[in-house]
């Protein structure tokens, strides 16, 4: 049985390692390369064996999983070692012509998951930049092991997609610092009942989304005229809480587009 190899065994690596191992992936077919003692430790524990190159001829995939600054070197690493080498760069920004300046006798794919992946709830955003269909197949059987895949038709759609839901998860728990002042007084300031408190809000509204119904339909289910939810949309809409978050939205995608752009 082919390998998979992740390069770089940090934060997205772990996680996505963890969402594997629970849905069921063999862990005999996972490695990883990493300077890191920290990282080499937390695989280890999770029963991860370490590349050498005594499993030079049994790897198929690559997970490029280094931050930008070490991509190129790591990428480099694997196309001199490997014999058209098939990669999948998870890593943010750095646009696939670099990647190619430096070699372009590769299978390669950009692929942007997010750390939910841990719980099986990753949401992957995947760009086939020149691998066969069956390699770019195997690549997205790996990532909806550990939730979606949102496929892109260009290269650019992935600073787009690294602003909107990479950094997603971050607005709302922004958003939920309002909540957490109020609901602290509501629990006697018990912060695990508070949190707990917060993630069934959270769960409620993730499994209504899943219904069908619109989000105007959502709402008004929740708002009855003249009632305080109608009272306290009236005040966002006033403040202009939408436009504000969607600005936040927008420099987040233009930040991603400069980081590509620099790198
Ligand atoms: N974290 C996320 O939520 C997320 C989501 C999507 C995509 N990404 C992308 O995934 C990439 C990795 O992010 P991360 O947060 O997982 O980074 P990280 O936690 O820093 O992990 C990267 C690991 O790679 C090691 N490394 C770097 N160059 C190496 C080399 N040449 N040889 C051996 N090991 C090397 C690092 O070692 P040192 O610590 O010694 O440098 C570190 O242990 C980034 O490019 C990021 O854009 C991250």
Partial sequence: MKKIVFFGAGNITQSIILGLISSGHNKENILFIDRNRKN??????????EYTNSHKDKIDLFFLAVKPKDALVAY???CNSHKKPKVISLVAGVRSKKYFSKSNNVEFIRAMPTTSSRFNKGITASLNISSTLSTYNKAKKIFSKVGMVIELK?????DSFTGLIGSGPAYFFYLLKAYEKRLMKLCNNDSALTAKAMSGLLEGVALSLEDGSSIDDLIERVASKKGTTEAGLKSFKKNKLLSSF??????????????????
């Fill in 246 to 263: 969607d600005k936040g939205i927008s420099a987040a995608v233009n930040r991603s587009k400069e980081i590509a752009d620099e790198s």
């Fill in 76 to 78: 480099e690493e694997i």
């Fill in 154 to 158: 260009k290269e650019q759609e992935m």
């Fill in 40 to 49: 080499r430790n937390v695989l280890k524990k999770l029963g991860i064996k």
